[in-house]
């Protein structure tokens, strides 16, 4: 499955953004979906997935701040950000087609090329 990410841009703390991720082909109702990120100098860490029964799983830094949905019929997945930090700023990927752990980057398949979401203090 091929991903495109976008909504990403430069905000302020407080502000919100939301994110989407455009899938392709018709199976996208059967992945499980993820979103991570990855901050300047540091690894590349998880922070929202959502299954294919809309289980959802949250990182602990987001958890109350952002929301994971999907919209199956668009075969898109959406991260709703609010109260943004200047520490949320990094670039945000989507992944597709989880086979493990959701936290782990190892399990999933199929990955977006990433959007910038920068937020100033």
């Known amino acids: 499955v091929q991903l495109q990410a976008s909504g990403g841009g430069l905000t302020q703390a407080g502000d919100s953004l939301r994110l989407s991720c455009k899938a392709s082909g018709r199976t996208f109702r059967w992945y499980d979906m993820g979103w991570f990120r990855q901050a300047p100098g540091e690894e590349r860490e998880f922070v929202a997935g959502?299954?294919?029964?809309?289980?959802?799983w949250y990182a602990d830094a987001v958890r109350g701040r952002f929301t994971i949905s999907r919209n199956n019929a668009k075969t898109t997945v959406y991260l709703e950000m609010n109260s943004l930090k200047p520490g949320d700023t990094a670039v945000y990927y989507c992944?597709?087609?989880?086979?493990?752990?959701?936290?782990?980057?190892?399990?999933?398949?199929?990955w977006g090329q990433g959007t910038l979401v920068t937020v100033s203090s």
């Open positions: 959502i299954s294919r029964s809309d289980d959802i």
């Open positions: 992944a597709a087609d989880r086979s493990g752990p959701y936290y782990s980057i190892q399990s999933y398949k199929s």
